[in-house]
């Protein structure tokens, strides 16, 4: 009789601990989902800003050339960038949210490249109003990656 | 007997309670990285404000520049100044470097020069933003740059 008992609260301790265990391994796993977003979307935040300020040096020191052959591998690594935070899975709402964010952030970045070439080209011809047109959509769609992008960094902080 | 087998039985618990909890640490952190405690300091935000004069266009200066450490703010602050810088080369009316900008436009020596360092996929954000101002001028392609630059105009558009 007192076997059985032991034998049954030993089971119950058991059944606790596996479950517990469990619980803690799931929790673990969600957040390193997360994890690997946040360093993915960190990672080709950096190397969005290292190609951002290869444009504006370009910009700043009146080389168009430069300019638009930078603005080109600005949008190649947005859209590399793109390519890898969509193959995330993200466990938790918030790292999808994340996601949705940092992509369509990249999106917005990828379409604010095709201006700053568009303008880098139309400046080699010498089409100013048309360089001035561009640039200035362009600008409006890197404003609006830049909010995605700080949200999606909010989100994952 | 018993007894060996409550011992048995609370081993177990204790081992998948412990690894899940050790778990859980582990993925609090980045991969590959020893977690450690990070302050983020939100009282004392950098202020980027980048205003470039042209002689007689009116300069675009950042008004509203995205403040704080965090690697998107900084990649955003990176994307805004390339904004404004492309705005302002495109509407400037005085003329581009030419021969500077011929020098090596397509192999980007100058940026290359400054983001080597912060170039790939780790999280090393160390680096020295050197380069920025000089003009390395290696290799001079002559007029292959031009067509690279202006044969993605389809391609970008």
Do not use: C
Not at chain 1, 35 to 54: C, E, K, M, P
Not at chain 1, 129 to 148: D, E, P
Request: hydrophobic share 40%.
């Amino acid at each position: 009789m007192t076997n059985d008992i032991r034998i049954r609260r030993a089971g119950r301790i058991l059944t606790l601990a596996v479950m517990v265990g469990s619980l803690l391994t799931l929790a673990s796993t969600a957040g390193a989902s997360n994890a690997t977003l946040r360093v993915s979307v960190n990672s080709w935040s950096r190397t969005i800003g290292i190609d951002a300020h290869s444009v504006a040096l370009a910009a700043q020191n009146r080389h168009p050339r430069r300019m638009t052959s930078s603005a080109l591998r600005f949008r190649t690594d947005a859209l590399r960038a793109r390519t890898a935070v969509a193959r995330q899975r993200p466990s938790t709402a918030g790292g999808k949210r994340a996601q949705k964010l940092a992509l369509a952030a990249f999106t917005h970045y990828e379409a604010a490249a095709q201006g700053w070439a568009a303008a880098g080209r139309a400046r080699l011809q010498g089409d100013r109003a048309v360089a001035g047109r561009r640039a200035r959509a362009a600008a409006i769609s890197a404003r609006a990656g830049n909010k995605l992008l700080v949200a999606a960094g909010q989100v994952l902080r | 007997m018993l007894k060996r087998s409550f011992a048995i039985t609370m081993a177990v618990g204790a081992l998948a309670v412990g690894g899940g909890a050790a778990s859980a640490l582990a993925d609090s952190g980045e991969t590959g990285n020893t977690t450690t405690g990070t302050t983020t300091m939100t009282d004392t935000p950098t202020t980027v404000a980048t205003t470039v004069t042209t002689p007689v266009a009116t300069p675009v200066t950042v008004t509203t520049p995205v403040q704080g450490d965090d690697v998107a703010e900084h990649a955003a602050n990176d994307v805004m100044a390339a904004a404004n810088g492309v705005q302002n080369e495109a509407i400037a009316e005085t003329d581009d470097d030419d021969a500077g900008d011929r020098h090596g436009a397509n192999d980007d020596s100058e940026e290359s020069g400054d983001h080597g360092h912060h170039r790939g996929q780790g999280n090393d954000q160390s680096g020295n933003d050197d380069g920025d101002t000089g003009h390395s001028g290696r290799g001079h392609d002559g007029s292959d740059d031009d067509d690279s630059v202006l044969s993605a105009q389809s391609g970008g558009e």
